[in-house]
């Protein structure tokens, strides 16, 4: 298969305990979640350059986000254990969405579902039905981002929790 960080993505998958389905869709998935992380990373990180200099560029900013951040990464953690879910198994994804969450609380002041196309992002964000959680995971504990995951999901972790330095971690 593909290498991922010196080793195959199956490894990685097989490391990362996904074998409740067969091997060719765990690989396959993987290669899906490494491709779609890495470029939502790369997009992120020149975001999240631009979104801080687009503002004044003052220290209060990065402060702002991480605030941000923080009060983003506690609601996903109190949220996960309310809803009686748990985080991918793939901590990069449930990293990548905790942090457009984030970004979308600085920028738009709702923490947006990161994760969908929107023409207008603050008529949206004013509507409030894909804010974080969106009407589906609330009504049928469906998260499109894969954040909120239930049992019965192939890509469930056993984590609940997370915290902002590994959110960080994987997201530099």
Not at 7 to 23: A, E, F, I, Q
Not at 77 to 83: A, E, I, P, Q, T
Not at 115 to 143: I, Q, S
Request: aromatic share 8%; with cysteine; charged share 25%.
């Amino acid at each position: 298969g593909a290498l991922m960080g010196g080793r195959s993505l199956t490894t990685s998958c097989r490391v990362s305990g996904l074998k409740k389905c067969s091997m060719f869709r765990v690989t396959l998935w993987c290669a899906v979640v490494v491709a779609t992380t890495q470029a939502f990373q790369s997009w992120g990180a020149s975001r999240r350059r631009s979104a801080v200099r687009a503002q004044a560029g003052s220290e209060m900013d990065a402060v702002e986000f991480e605030k941000a951040l923080a009060a983003m990464t506690a609601f996903s953690n109190r949220y996960v254990k309310l809803s009686e879910t748990r985080y991918c198994a793939e901590p990069s994804v449930t990293s990548v969405v905790i942090r457009g969450l984030a970004e979308h609380k600085v920028t738009l002041g709702a923490p947006l579902c990161p994760c969908r196309f929107y023409e207008d992002k603050h008529a949206e964000a004013k509507d409030g039905y894909w804010n974080c959680p969106c009407v589906p995971m609330r009504e049928r504990k469906e998260c499109h981002c894969m954040l909120f995951l239930t049992d019965d999901n192939d890509f469930v972790g056993d984590s609940t929790d997370i915290t902002v330095d590994e959110i960080n971690a994987l997201t530099a």
